[in-house]
Each structure stands twice: as C-alpha cells, then as structure tokens.
C-alpha cells in the first residue's frame, strides 16, 4: 500500500552508500576530476561493498539478493551524491551483468554471471550511445546483420563507461539495421574481438574522472550464442525504462548534493551585514530547487517502483528523466549562481556538479537500476 | 516499504467521484461560470442528499491529525483518511472547481474544527454537516484589509465578557469563501481568527466558532471574482457579536494561539493542492484531446529535441502534474501517518499552485482561438487554476514557509 517510508533493508542500503559516498567519493571528488582518473584502489573498494554481484543467484557464486529497482534508485541518489564519475564508474559492471541476470540464456548465465562474483571489480561494461546527433535508443545505427547463424557487426559507440579497460561488453545493435525497440539485440562482445576498436579516452565536458571510449565495430563477427537471450532475445524497451529510471536517481543525487551545499554556504555568507540567506532572492530560489528536487524525487521513486511491479513503467520513466534533466541543470546552476564568483572557480564543487549536471539531458544507458 | 499502490478504498472513491464530477458538474461548469452570485440549486441539492447519504464517507469528519494522548478514537477515522479526501477533492475539482467549493460542506471552517477543536466541539459544530434538513455550510473568515498573508497582523478582536462568559467579536473580514452562504444562507459555522490582544502579536491570535445567523454578523459584500465564480466570496462585518465561552477552537489562554490555528493549514494545503491538480488535469486532457483530434501525436519515448514544440508541453505538462500529485500525496500521506507535515504541505500547495497555473495556461495557449473560447472550458480552467496560488496563502508565502525550515532561520531572520 501507498507508503513513502523505506523499509528497513532499505534504510540499510542507504546508509551503507551513505557513508560510502561521504568518506569514499567525496573526499577524493574533486582530485579524481581535476586528474581526469579514478582514485587508486578506488572500483575494488567499492565492489567489495556488494552492490553488484548481491543481485546475482546463489549458484552462480553470488548472494542472490532480492533485486529490485526501487533499492537501485535509493543507492544510486547516495553514490552521486558523493560523486557522479565515481558513482557511474563503480556500477558500470551492472550494464553486463544484470542484462545477462534479466535475459541471458541458461548457458550465458552459467559462463557470464560467475565473472561479476569475484572479489575485484570485473572489467564488464555496455555500449548503448552513438556519437551523432538525435541519437535515439529504438533507431540505432550499430547494425547486427546475421549471415550463416553469425552476427556481423558494424557501427560507432561512444560514452562506453570504462571501456579502456573493459575484458567484455554487450553492444547493442539494431538487428538487420531495423528501427524500434524490438529489433535491438544485446550481444557479448570480447575486447580481443577482430574488427573491434577501442578509441582513446573521451574528454567531455563533465563526468572526468570516469574513463568513457568510443568504440568502432568494423565486420566484428559473432555467433549466435552471443545474442542476449538466444532465440528469445531481450525486452531491450524495458532496458531503456530501468536506465533512466537509474539516471533519474543519479540527477537527484547530483542536484541535492549541490542544493545542500548552496544551502550552506548561504547560511555563512555575509553580505551587508548578514547571511545571503536572510535575503529572498537567494532563499527562494534554493527553495524551489529543493522542491524540484522534492518532486523529481517521488518521480524516480515511482517510475522505479512501477518496474518492481511489474508494471509498464516506459511512459514514467521517460517524463521521468524529461522532466529531471531539465531540474537538474537548474538546481546545479543556481547552486553556482548562489556562490557567485566562488561558485565558478574550482575550489568549490559546485561547477564541477553543473558540468555533471548538464550530461544527463544527453545521456541514455549509461546506467541501470 | 516504498510502494506507490494507490489503497483500494482511494481508487473506489476516486471512481466514484470520478463519475459523479462527469454525470452532474461539468454540465453546469459553464452555467455556474457565466451566472455568478446565483445558487446552483440542482447541484446543491444533489450533493446535499449525497452527502447525508452518507455518501461523503470519511470527508465527513474532516481530516486527521496527529492524536494528542490520551485522546478518543475517533470513529469516523479510516486509514488513508486524507490521501482519500485528496483523491475526492481531485476528481471534483476535475469536474468544477468552483461547484466543488460551493458545495455545502464543511469546508475550510470544519476542517479547522476537526483538526483542532475538542470531541465535545467537533460534536456540537460538525453534526449538522450531517443531519440538517437543509443545506448546511463552513467557512473560514482569517483574511482582512489590511491582513492577507502576514496573518499575525490581525486587527480583529475577540474580548471576554466576564460577567456573562461570552466572547465578543469586532472587526471586518474579507475573502471568505463561502462566507456568505455560511453566515447567512444556512445555520452554518464560520471559523473567525480574531486576536485576544493586539499588543501580544502572534501570541494573542485565537479561532473562534460563530454559528450562521448570530446577531452582530453581518454579510457587507459578496465578490465578483477572476475564477471559481459558483463559490461566493464574502466581507463579514462583526459587531459586538457575542458567543459561548466554549466557541473558542484550543486552549483558551493568550500564549499558544497562533500555533494551533496555523496547524490547521497543514492539514488544508494539500487539499488546495488536490484541487489544483483536478483542474490541470482537465486542462491536460482536453488539450490532448484537441491536439490528437488535429492529428498530432504523442511519441513518448523519442528523442526529446525530436518533439514538436506544442508536443514537448503537454509531455511536459503531464510530468508537472504527476509531480505535483506525488507531492501532494505524500503531504497527505503524512497526516495519514501521524507525521508532523508542515513542510510537505507548504511543498506540495507552493508547487503545485504554481505549476497548475503553468499547465492551464499552456492548455489555452495549444488549443489557440479553441482554449480562449468560451465555447471550451479550457480558458475558464485557467481562470479557475489561479486561485490556487492564492488562497490558504499565497505561492510566495508557502515558499517562504518552505526556504525557513530548509534553512532553520525563524520569521525574524528571514522576512
């Protein structure tokens, strides 16, 4: 029944990535961005935190773990929170693995699902975008054309999270070259694979420390059993839903993290002899932010639980994230704009989370609850 | 557990005031718009014997708060109380925003009594909600001149008159709605917030329960207004106006009053913002309806700088909504719970007040020479939508609430 309190599982999962996010990512954010790299040591410490491979069934060497995409949303807040770059780097094993959990054969669960149970972070990852403008999930240009019960591959990826050092993906292609969510098939993808590229390190606008490639398929063959889900293949329109719903989640946890710290700094700024604060100006506008953050919030709470139903969640997830990627580039940007001067050098972080803020308008399957 | 499975007993009453907002309100949407300061009888009528039918259901006693110790059960209480009140509110708001206000109904005025007043009280002022032969009405009487917003500026007094205990009230009230049709039209109750002593500010404000027909309360002017024109809105003129001791809503003593009498919007907030929701989803669902009867349609899913300009805003225009209905909901959900919500409630009604306008706004807009004809209902919509961020206080003064517990800086700090 109706219910906004998170049971106590959840509440321990939040906590858990709570503080994770506080003494993990935070205090090495702003190192990790200026370097352009992850902390070291950093993905093995969070992959001993469990979040992936807890999803993965007993018999293959996981905890086996309810899933459910209401507890992604509560963790992936938390993680961004503390860092987006660190918080999609350390779940971009999920782009493999739960995929394979969700539509893999019996055969493909036996040989893939063991590889996200171990004890370091498995180099598993997804390459879902393309590097052109308009980009849409159900008209995809990668082609898988199948030729004597192999699949050949042709077609450009991009923002590939940890692609430089990924053993294994699953790319995503448009079978025979058709339009629409049913026509995409999710193959597995081997680094070592003829005719597949892998491009140097992308520099964006955001996101730095996370280590994203283009990827160029030329001819890269594959056989059948590569194909996501065999004959069956996958609900890749479903794939869709779980990932906004896990961007959404992520924008909340960016925007709040900028919000409170806009929040803060208000309260200590004196100017005319007392806090900004104390002005409307500055409190109203932190105040519809937190609002929106308020709203964008029960959005992605119930795009998320709609899935766990096993509802049709496509329709909320995608005003979900239509709706939030626009909050938060607001919310980060008043956050700069409450600071002012001090809001555009590098010493505080608040321009860091608006150059992170303004990706997700262009983000898609870059994560996944 | 999060889970966002509407109760069956929210949807039950959602369909039924569904069904009864489209079978007996939308027909005299138009009627009741272009024909202000007259009664709707039929639809009074109608929604009298449905409400002493019982029909009313929980929204008879009113909504639910938090119970002090020791307290009573209160026998009307259901669970999910004001998430069902907040569904019923939608769907007739949906049907008229205006007839909805103007139904006899406790209104704000009950609603004030049920949440603060004692059993014995609730007793004596909310049976009639129930019984009476003939329509009954509430009003909340709080606005003045020179007090809209900064409450805590009231000039109404309400002195004791030892000799006989019985309070005495002087002062002029404005924009109460249903004002005239509890103070006068019906033996109803008006909720009057009067100060026991001007000098002591917030401190010194009381409510105090006026039953319709007291001598000394006099009717001075009725409205003519932007929107919601089936409700009427009223200046009341007290004069020596004299009530029971007991008439007084809380503790009698000068030191706790403004407290308790603010508690009350937080259990009415999110009703304004139910109804809110009822008319912008209207609003949204005739624009749909124009825009695909014209062929357009609606790619959810595409590409978002795919969309068309018109498409983009009533996607946008639906996730405004829902963002305002989870918000409201949750400030609901709240009361339900027995959880302090002050700030939930000044969310959901500053959010929501403002987005409602937004949508309503962009309906007429997309539907062009059809949203501004009154041929549609789309323009009075607009004019209806407004209200709502305006009344149980403005959009700015719910901000204001909000930015001040955010922050932790109290009404001195932050002006």
Wanted: net charge negative; aromatic share 8%.
């Amino acid at each position: 029944m109706f219910n906004l309190e998170p049971s106590e599982e959840q509440k321990m999962l939040q906590d858990m990535t709570r503080s994770f996010a506080s003494e993990q990512m935070r205090t090495v954010a702003h190192e990790c961005d200026e370097a352009c790299m992850l902390a070291s040591g950093f993905l093995d410490r969070a992959w001993a935190l469990g979040l992936v491979s807890a999803a993965v069934p007993a018999e293959y060497g996981g905890t086996g773990f309810e899933r459910s995409a209401v507890a992604g949303a509560l963790a992936a807040e938390e993680l961004s929170w503390g860092d987006l770059s660190l918080a999609l780097a350390m779940l971009s094993p999920a782009l493999f693995t739960i995929p394979v959990l969700k539509w893999g054969t019996p055969e493909q669960k036996k040989a893939l699902l063991p590889l996200a149970c171990g004890d370091s972070h498995p180099h598993l990852t997804a390459a879902v975008m393309e590097p052109f403008m308009l980009f849409d999930p159900a008209g995809m240009r990668t082609a898988a054309v199948r030729a004597n019960g192999s699949y050949v591959l042709n077609g450009r990826k991009c923002l590939v999270p940890l692609g430089g050092t990924a053993e294994k993906f699953i790319v995503y292609a448009a079978r025979d070259g058709q339009k629409g969510y049913e026509n995409v098939l999710g193959l597995v993808v081997d680094r070592a694979q003829p005719g597949l590229t892998i491009g140097g390190r992308e520099r964006n606008m955001g996101i730095s420390a996370l280590d994203t490639v283009e990827l160029e398929l030329e001819d890269v063959t594959v056989g059948g059993d590569a194909v996501l889900g065999g004959e069956e293949g996958m609900d890749f329109k479903a794939l869709v839903s779980a990932s906004r719903v896990a961007l959404c989640a992520l924008a909340v946890g960016t925007a709040r993290a900028a919000n409170e710290y806009a929040r803060q700094y208000a309260l200590e700024r004196n100017a005319f002899g007392e806090p900004i604060a104390h002005r409307q100006a500055i409190s109203f506008m932190l105040a519809e932010d937190y609002m929106e953050i308020e709203g964008s919030r029960l959005l992605t709470w119930e795009s998320a639980w709609r899935i766990d139903a096993g509802l049709d969640a496509f329709k909320e997830a995608y005003l979900a994230k239509l709706y939030i990627d626009q909050v938060v580039v607001k919310v980060t940007d008043d956050a700069v704009q409450t600071l002012g001067g001090h809001g555009y050098i590098r010493e505080h972080p608040v321009e860091r989370w608006l150059r992170n803020g303004r990706g997700f308008c262009c983000f898609e399957g870059l994560s996944i609850v | 557990m999060i889970s966002f499975e509407i109760p069956s007993g929210v949807e039950n009453v959602s369909q039924m005031f569904r069904n009864l907002a489209m079978e007996y309100m939308r027909k005299w949407a138009r009627w009741a718009d272009d024909h202000e300061h007259e009664r709707c009888t039929e639809w009074v009528d109608f929604m009298w014997v449905f409400a002493k039918n019982g029909m009313m259901g929980p929204m008879a006693s009113g909504m639910s708060r938090k119970k002090k110790e020791g307290e009573q059960k209160d026998k009307h209480r259901v669970k999910y109380q004001n998430l069902v009140m907040a569904a019923a509110v939608e769907q007739m708001s949906w049907g008229d925003a205006g007839l909805y206000l103007s139904m006899p109904f406790m209104g704000l005025g009950g609603a004030a009594i049920a949440a603060v007043g004692t059993d014995e009280q609730k007793q004596r002022f909310l049976t009639r909600f129930s019984t009476s032969e003939t329509p009954v009405w509430g009003a909340m009487a709080i606005t003045e001149p020179g007090a809209g917003s900064d409450s805590a500026a009231i000039r109404a007094t309400a002195e004791l008159d030892e000799a006989t205990n019985e309070w005495v009230i002087n002062g002029e009230k404005i924009f109460v709605t249903q004002g005239k049709s509890a103070a006068e039209d019906s033996n109803g109750v008006v909720v009057v917030w009067a100060t026991r002593d001007r000098s002591a500010g917030r401190a010194g404000m009381k409510s105090f329960v006026v039953e319709g027909g007291t001598p000394g309360m006099t009717v001075t002017k009725v409205e003519h207004k932007l929107g919601i024109r089936a409700s009427d809105t009223a200046s009341i003129v007290f004069e020596d106006c004299r009530i029971p001791f007991d008439h007084v809503l809380g503790d009698p003593e000068v030191k706790t009053g403004f407290k308790g009498a603010m508690a009350t919007f937080d259990a009415t907030r999110p009703m304004v913002a139910a109804s809110a929701i009822g008319i912008g989803q209207a609003s949204l669902e005739r624009a749909k309806e124009l825009y695909e009867e014209n062929g357009g349609e609606l790619r959810y899913g595409a590409n978002p700088n795919t969309l068309g300009a018109a498409e983009r805003d009533l996607m946008l225009m639906e996730a405004q909504i829902k963002v305002s209905r989870l918000l409201t909901w949750k400030a609901a959900w709240m009361a339900d719970a027995g959880v302090h919500n002050n700030l939930e409630a000044s969310v959901a009604k500053a959010k929501t007040g403002k987005a409602v306008t937004w949508v309503s706004n962009k309906a007429v807009e997309i539907a062009g020479p059809l949203g501004y004809s009154k041929n549609e209902l789309l323009e009075k919509w607009l004019r209806d939508a407004k209200i709502n961020d305006i009344f149980e206080g403005t959009g700015q003064i719910n901000t204001l609430v909000v930015a001040r517990q955010i922050f932790g800086l109290s009404s001195k700090e932050l002006r």
